[in-house]
C-alpha cells in the first residue's frame, strides 16, 4: 500500500465513529468517500451547479453516505433557504373537557401539513386578549407562518402579528390587514337549522347562545331571529338564554332557565350555540325527567363527534372543519411561497358552506309542557 493509500485510509472514519457520539455530517462523508466536501454537498443535496461529478465518484459517496446513516443537517439547509419547513398554530388552551370543535380543526391543519411535508408547532395561549403580544415572540425564526384559530382578539392586536411572517385566521372575531380569514357560512346554517324546527311543527323555539358580542354568536343569533320572522313566529326574549360554548355551561343555563321559569310553558326545541352545549342542555332536562325529543326537541351546531356520540344523536349544523383546517394550511404555505402576495390591506374572507345533520333528537313537537315547581 502506498503512502497515499496509507494516509487516505487513515482518515477515513469506521461507521461506528460517526454513528455514535454524534451524526454524521459531509465533512465525514467526504472523508470516507476520498472526495471534498463540495462533491459530496452537490450530490446529496442535488445542488444546481455547472461543476461535474463522475458517475464513480458520485457512487462512492452515496455508498459513505448509507454506511455514515448520514442525514441533512435541515437546521442548516433551512438557514440557507430562509425556510424552516414548520408552520405553527396558536390557540386558547382551557382545561377541563375535551374540546371537539378544535380537534376536528387540528385534524385537518396536521393530515394537509403532513401531506406537505411540513412540522407543525402548537402554540398555546391561555387568553387571546393578554397574550396577543406574545405573538411576536413566537415569530422569532422557528416556524415559517402561523395560523391563528379562531382568534377573538380586537383591532388592537393588529401591531402585535407581524409582517415578515405570514398569517392565517380561522373563525376570527376581526379581519386584519395581510391576514386571509376562513369561516363558514354561520348564519345560513341556524336560518336552515331552525327553518328545519318549525316545518317539524314547532312553535316555541329557545337558543341557548355562544358568548355574546362575538362574531359566530351574533350570526347565529341572526339565522335564528330571521327564521323566526320569515315564519311570522313571534320572537320571546326569555328564550334567547346566554350560554357559552361548553357542555357545563349549556347545562347550567338550561338549569338557570328552568329553574326561573318553573310552572311555565316549556320550549318545544331548542337550539343550541354548538354541539357541546346541547350535550349539556339534554342532561339538564334529563335531571328534571324531561325526555329529547318526546318532550323537547334539541339541536346543535358544529356536527363534532359529541352530536354523534349523545344519545339521542344530534340534529346539527355541519361545518366543514377538517377540510377549513386543511385549507388554511394550503393558503398558509402559497402566502409563504408568495410573501409579496400576502400584503393585502384585508383580504376577503373564505367562506365555506355548511349543511344540515339530520338525527334524532328533533321530532314533533307533543302536548305543551310545564315543569312543575318542587316544594
Not at 106 to 124: C, E, K, M, P, W
Not at 190 to 214: C, D, N
Not at 339 to 345: H, S, V, Y
Request: proline share 7%; charged share 20%; net charge positive.
Amino acid at each position: 500500500m502506498t503512502n497515499r493509500s496509507q494516509n487516505r485510509a487513515h482518515q477515513r472514519p469506521p461507521a461506528a465513529a460517526c454513528a455514535g457520539a454524534r451524526p454524521a455530517t459531509l465533512a465525514d462523508v467526504a472523508r470516507a468517500a476520498g472526495t471534498s466536501a463540495m462533491s459530496v454537498s452537490m450530490v446529496l443535496n442535488n445542488a444546481c451547479t455547472t461543476s461535474q461529478v463522475s458517475p464513480r465518484t458520485r457512487k462512492r459517496i452515496v455508498a459513505a453516505a448509507a454506511q455514515l446513516q448520514y442525514r441533512p443537517n435541515l437546521a442548516a439547509r433551512a438557514l440557507a433557504n430562509r425556510r424552516i419547513q414548520a408552520i405553527g398554530v396558536a390557540a386558547v388552551v382551557e382545561g377541563g373537557e375535551l374540546n371537539h370543535y378544535f380537534l376536528e380543526i387540528f385534524n385537518g391543519i396536521i393530515a394537509s401539513a403532513t401531506l406537505h411535508r411540513q412540522n407543525t408547532t402548537v402554540f398555546g395561549l391561555h387568553d387571546w386578549v393578554r397574550d396577543s403580544i406574545r405573538l411576536r415572540d413566537l415569530c422569532d425564526g422557528r416556524i415559517d407562518g402561523m395560523i391563528l384559530l379562531a382568534p377573538t382578539f380586537g383591532c388592537e392586536a393588529a401591531p402585535n402579528l407581524p409582517a415578515y411572517v405570514p398569517f392565517v385566521s380561522i373563525h376570527a372575531n376581526h379581519l386584519f390587514p395581510g391576514v386571509v380569514n376562513i369561516e363558514s357560512a354561520e348564519e345560513e346554517g341556524a336560518y336552515a337549522l331552525v327553518q328545519h324546527l318549525i316545518a317539524h311543527g314547532h312553535r316555541r323555539i329557545m337558543h341557548l347562545t355562544g358568548p355574546m358580542g362575538l362574531t359566530g354568536p351574533e350570526r347565529r343569533i341572526r339565522g335564528y331571529l330571521r327564521a323566526l320572522a320569515d315564519a311570522r313566529l313571534p320572537f320571546e326574549s326569555p328564550f334567547l338564554v346566554p350560554a357559552g360554548f361548553t357542555t357545563e355551561l349549556g347545562r347550567t343555563a338550561m338549569r338557570g332557565w328552568l329553574a326561573r321559569h318553573a310552572g311555565d310553558p316549556l320550549p318545544q326545541a331548542v337550539f343550541c350555540a354548538n354541539d357541546a352545549v346541547a350535550v349539556g342542555c339534554i342532561e339538564a332536562f334529563g335531571e328534571v325527567g324531561l325526555r329529547v325529543p318526546d318532550d323537547v326537541s334539541v339541536a346543535g351546531f358544529d356536527d363534532t363527534l359529541a352530536a354523534r356520540s349523545v344519545v339521542p344523536q344530534l340534529t346539527s349544523v355541519r361545518q366543514p372543519l377538517r377540510a377549513m383546517g386543511a385549507k388554511a394550511v394550503e393558503l398558509l404555505l402559497a402566502r409563504i411561497h408568495d410573501p409579496a402576495g400576502a400584503r393585502e390591506a384585508v383580504p376577503d374572507p373564505i367562506v365555506l358552506p355548511v349543511e344540515l345533520a339530520v338525527r334524532a333528537s328533533v321530532g314533533t313537537p307533543s302536548r305543551v309542557r310545564r315543569l312543575v315547581p318542587s316544594r
